[in-house]
């Protein structure tokens, strides 16, 4: 039996070897340690979370029962990308032009939530929920914004906490408008707070660790899972302090995976992580592919049933890359070249794989061939670069200056991509420091077009998809055998962790022992409680949401030192 | 105050090392700030930063000789129309952006955008800790807002590439620096507008909501209908719409002051930058309304901005542009892409030259495509699909890239000579052609892109800034000479500073500075102006 160093050990190694891809150590390379030794778990802080564009559309949604993305409407600038999501709190920022947009998104919806025509009767009777001339205005109008604010400042507001709201009353009846016309004013004013715009939570003692309260773990839950605010059942939970023990949160997590809002979690990820909101800005040449609106969508709606799949049907995590099973509508099929497409019609549906000729997971999906492809060609170095930081959390670092790229196909002499490629890999120059880890994954992955269509050959040749994975040097021929050997990595199951911790969070993480924040013990301790890839990516969902880092927060100075 | 905001920032992301910001005219005393200002009377000097990605083709950039007389090298052509209004300024370099720890290529394009106008280096990060410094057009929009409160907007900042569709930034520095020009503070960068709709909205209504607009119930339909009225002169009756917005502004600020003293300091600083700017609406609110800024129309030499929702005739060749289309070229939303690339920069240019006219903001930052971007499609100049902007700019000494690169290179410089055209076509408030009293950049973050340079930038700078600038001249600063390969990316510290070109503009604007950015956190970058843009 072939003694091999256990996984931790692996997981340095790798870490180790990618710094700057040079073998020098300390760069941001990943610097984990092995389970068990990495000491007491730091829960760390999210700073004041600016709900995202895609957390406000939803809010607003849920909020005021009218689904109108005022985001999109009023043009809000776009929200920062930090290390491939959208939702993290330090780059949310609201700077002037964002206010000016919220302002006017703001007005706007208040006027829509108290439009008093039929048709938004229910939505307008649950902001109204008094008259103030039958209980007297002051009394009303009270009611109305305590009820209001406590859900869209998403935990209960005391009367006393209105009375500035309420005072718009008078300014409205000082310039000779009614008590309408004041509750609109108060109601934009809720809508500006940071007690609204922003997830803020208290604050412990400098240094100290204490457990959120249980509105701000119903937050926590509520924009980890459905990118939205609680719902009445959820405050309700945490009203009745039935959010504290993890058995509670657990089956809080399920109900809410079922809940039809946890479709926000699925095409996030789809979209950030898997990169299919990329689709709508790539562009391709190839002159033998319609690549319109209808493609490109069904591309990003097949990533997204994917991974919405391996959530609702208790998935391991190894099947995100291995599976029996894709989903495709007749569009879809018929660019895959599956038999039978012509029978299928737009909408979807899940069918077993005909052939051998795909892995049945996101390696072989056309939304991550294409996103990692150029224009007009398939870049193995692309792909490979996806698959190490994205997959497995190896982050490469750019090509250096004066290194052209690759050489676009020559007229006069055909030769595949591999060959071409193959200046890169020659020991001792330049690009192999690199290269070595990059271009191995994507050569496996050449049987698959610049769209993710299946081919033989590559100009003329026989596709070569040989190779090892770097650093496990696990062999593999095709997308099939790549796909279990990184699946079976260990730091496939790292990344996994880290990157639906990244999200769940919305804050970076830290593992390099520069801040007292470091993740390290939190990130090693749900590895070791997930054993190996095998664990059910729910598993990670239940373990991130109950861990230190979801339900507790440390405690941080209120003066600058 | 917005000025006491620069060492409170600079202090707050507590890394160990607090940047020591060198002394700008905003912290000076009101005393001296005075003096400075009274240079600048007169005259409504104005800044545009119009900027292209992954440097230049330099030897068809670069005129031969210097001085007047100088032939207009290949690159430039489009520019002889307007030589006598413009100088070429060869030379300077970007060294802050050469400033790296770690793998010294790494980030080189993030770091060279970052670094571009604020002239410090940057954190080394992917994540959330990033941090560069206020950028300069900055530094004069602040003063502008003491200066001209009436101006509809301190600054603009635009763009013709979208940054929000994709996560892919430059490996271990952050998408705020690459996607960003304009910075107001260490760690709040200023987003660009990318939808030209938005941008004559946002000048003629200074960011105002102009209507209560209405809203379908149906859900997706919502349509803003907050069209502003035509900038002619138009008044709209707006003392009550303000008195609302004004009480529910003051209550948000008060609830969010509220709100900050129970927090820790990150959270006191992420609601302070909200404060700042809820108090910048409050601050436009209160200068864009007649009641409280004396009423009337503009038009007077300086200071002499629009008030009100009026906008100014008197004294300016004042003129709306027809309201753009409402979309974008590569947006997120692919039913709104509607707009060709050079259309839109084209329409870019003409909200520019009308913010100009209509003397609505004074400062603009342009970003055309995002640097590395990988989208733009410049086969309609002759560039084949195959290849990209960044992918030619790594020309290799290929003899086809390299004169793709300077295709697209032309292109860019045709764009901006378009712009010159624009603006100096208006007649100013003083008689003068807007075009003489700015100070226009064509520029971008690198000198060849092939080798990643931050020295030897490419550099046009038109305009004559009121009289402080004597332009048609190539002005050649010696670039240190390599000293063989690993000395590309090692910080040039004998090359002449972009920061001083940037000191020359804040001078002209009036302001009392003599220093600007830093390369090792502590000591001046900049140290004076470029004085042979005097002449």
């Not at chain 1, 002051?138 to 305590?146: D, E």
């Not at chain 1, 593992?511 to 990670?540: H, K």
Request: aromatic share 6%.
């Amino acid at each position: 039996m072939v003694v091999k160093p256990p996984p931790s050990r692996l997981l340095a190694m790798a870490a180790m070897l990618l710094a700057g891809c040079t073998g020098r150590i300390g760069s941001n390379g990943g610097g984990m340690m092995p389970a068990g030794l990495a000491g007491p778990i730091n829960p760390g802080r999210v700073v004041a979370h600016r709900l995202n564009n895609v957390e406000y559309d939803n809010t607003i949604r849920d909020l005021t029962g009218q689904d109108t993305q005022p985001s999109v409407a009023f043009d809000f600038p776009p929200d920062t990308y930090i290390e491939g999501f959208d939702n993290n709190a330090d780059a949310l920022a609201a700077p002037p032009l964002y206010l000016e947009k919220l302002q006017a998104a703001t007005e706007a919806i208040v006027t829509g939530a108290l439009d008093p025509s039929p048709a938004n009767a229910a939505a307008r009777a649950r902001i109204m929920v008094c008259d103030p001339g039958t209980t007297g205005e002051s009394a009303c109008a009270t009611k109305i914004l305590t009820t209001f604010a406590s859900r869209a400042f998403r935990r209960p507001v005391q009367d006393a906490e209105v009375q500035g709201y309420a005072g718009l009353i008078g300014v409205a009846k000082s310039a000779g408008d009614g008590f309408n016309q004041g509750i609109a004013a108060a109601l934009q004013a809720v809508l500006l707070s940071p007690r609204f715009l922003f997830r803020i939570e208290a604050n412990p003692p400098a240094g100290t660790s204490a457990l959120l309260d249980d509105y701000e773990i119903a937050s926590r839950l509520s924009y980890f899972l459905w990118s939205t605010m609680p719902d009445d059942e959820l405050l309700q939970r945490a009203a009745a302090r039935g959010l504290q023990e993890p058995a509670a949160i657990t089956a809080e997590v399920r109900r809410m995976l079922a809940d039809p809002r946890s479709s926000a979690l699925v095409n996030n990820l789809a979209g950030e992580w898997l990169g299919s909101r990329e689709l709508a800005v790539e562009e391709i040449t190839l002159t033998d592919v319609t690549f319109d609106a209808d493609l490109r969508g069904a591309m990003a709606t097949e990533a997204s049933m994917y991974l919405g799949e391996m959530l609702q049907g208790g998935h391991a995590i190894k099947e995100l890359l291995s599976s029996s099973f894709a989903f495709a509508n007749g569009r879809l099929a018929a660019h895959y070249g599956f038999p039978g497409a012509a029978s299928l019609g737009t909408s979807f549906t899940q069918l077993p794989l005909p052939d051998d000729r795909r892995s049945g997971g996101i390696l072989t999906q056309a939304n991550t061939l294409t996103v990692t492809s150029m224009r007009d060609r398939t870049s193995p170095t692309r792909r490979g670069k996806w698959v190490s930081e994205n997959l497995l959390c190896n982050v490469i670092p750019p090509p250096p200056p004066q290194v052209p790229q690759l050489q676009p196909q020559s007229t006069t002499a055909p030769t595949s991509v591999r060959d071409r490629l193959a200046q890169h890999r020659q020991k001792g120059t330049i690009c192999y420091g690199c290269h070595q880890y990059m271009d191995p994954i994507g050569l496996g992955l050449e049987h698959y077009d610049a769209v993710g269509r299946w081919r033989d050959t590559d100009s003329g040749a026989a596709i070569d998809a040989t190779g090892n994975v770097p650093i496990s040097n696990a062999p593999f021929d095709g997308a099939i055998s790549l796909a279990k050997a990184v699946g079976d990595d260990p730091r496939f199951l790292d990344c996994v962790v880290r990157k639906l911790m990244t999200y769940a969070l919305g804050r970076s993480l830290v593992t390099d022992g520069s801040s007292p924040m470091d993740d390290t013990a939190g990130l090693a301790d749900i590895r070791m409680r997930l054993g190996s890839t095998a664990a059910s990516v729910v598993d990670v969902i239940q373990l991130i949401a109950t861990s230190p880092a979801m339900t507790m927060r440390l405690g941080e100075e209120t003066s600058a030192p | 105050m917005k000025t006491f905001q620069l060492s409170r920032r600079a202090c707050l992301r507590g890394a160990g090392v607090a940047l020591g910001l060198p002394m700008l005219e905003a912290m000076l005393p009101i005393g001296r700030r005075a003096r400075a200002q009274a240079a600048a009377a007169g005259k409504p000097i104005r800044l545009v930063v119009w900027t292209f990605p992954d440097g230049a083709r330099m030897d068809a950039w670069t005129p031969k000789t210097t001085g007047a007389g100088y032939a207009m090298p290949p690159t430039l052509a489009s520019l002889e129309t307007y030589r006598p209004q413009i100088n070429v300024v060869s030379g300077l370099a970007n060294t802050p952006a050469s400033v790296v720890s770690g793998d010294v290529f790494a980030g080189s394009h993030a770091r060279a955008t970052g670094a571009m106008l604020t002239q410090v280096p940057l954190v080394f990060t992917s994540g959330a800790n990033f941090k560069a410094g206020i950028s300069f057009d900055q530094v004069i929009a602040n003063d502008l807002k003491v200066r001209v409160p009436s101006l509809r907007l301190p600054s603009l900042e635009i763009g013709a590439v979208y940054a929000g569709a994709t996560g892919n930034c430059e490996d271990g520095f952050s998408c705020a620096y690459l996607t960003n020009l304009a910075w107001s503070g260490p760690t709040t960068f200023l987003p660009k507008e990318t939808n030209p709709k938005a941008v004559f909205d946002r000048l003629v209504t200074g960011g105002l909501p102009t209507a209560t607009p209405t809203m379908s119930t149906t859900p997706g339909t919502m349509t803003p209908t907050t069209t502003p009225p035509p900038p002619t002169g138009t008044t709209m009756g707006v003392d009550k719409t303000t008195l609302y917005r004004k009480s529910v502004l003051d209550l948000v600020a008060a609830d969010t002051n509220a709100l900050k003293k129970r927090l820790g300091v990150s959270d006191q600083a992420k609601l302070s930058d909200y404060l700042d700017s809820v108090n910048e609406l409050e601050r436009r609110l209160a200068a864009l309304t007649p009641t409280t800024s004396g009423g009337g129309t503009g038009g007077g030499a300086d200071g002499g901005a629009p008030t009100g929702t009026t906008m100014p005739t008197a004294g300016r060749s004042c003129a709306a542009i027809p309201t753009p289309k409402d979309g974008t070229y590569l947006g997120p939303t692919a039913s709104k892409n509607v707009y060709g690339y050079s259309e839109l920069i084209g329409v870019m240019n003409d909200l520019i030259a009308m913010a100009f006219a209509c003397d609505l903001t004074r400062v603009v930052t342009f970003m055309s495509e995002i640097p590395l971007n990988t989208q733009t499609n410049f086969s309609f100049v002759g560039v084949s699909t195959s290849n990209y902007h960044d992918d030619i700019s790594h020309h290799g000494g290929d003899p086809t890239k390299l004169a793709q690169y300077q295709t697209v290179n032309t292109f860019y410089a045709q764009q901006f000579a378009s712009l010159l055209g624009k603006l100096s076509a208006i007649t100013d408030a003083d008689g003068s052609s807007v075009l003489d009293n700015s100070a226009v950049l064509f520029t971008s973050e690198f000198g060849d892109g092939d080798a990643h340079y931050h020295f030897n930038l490419p550099m046009v700078v038109a305009g004559r800034a009121g009289g402080a600038f004597s332009p048609g001249r190539h002005i050649l600063y010696p670039s240190t000479a390599d000293s063989g390969a690993g000395a590309i990316e090692t910080a040039r510290r004998a090359d002449k500073p972009l920061a001083n070109l940037y000191i020359s503009i804040m001078q002209a604007f009036g302001m009392n500075v003599s220093t600007f950015g830093s390369v090792d956190g502590t000591t001046p970058y900049g140290t004076g102006p470029l004085t042979e843009l005097a002449g």
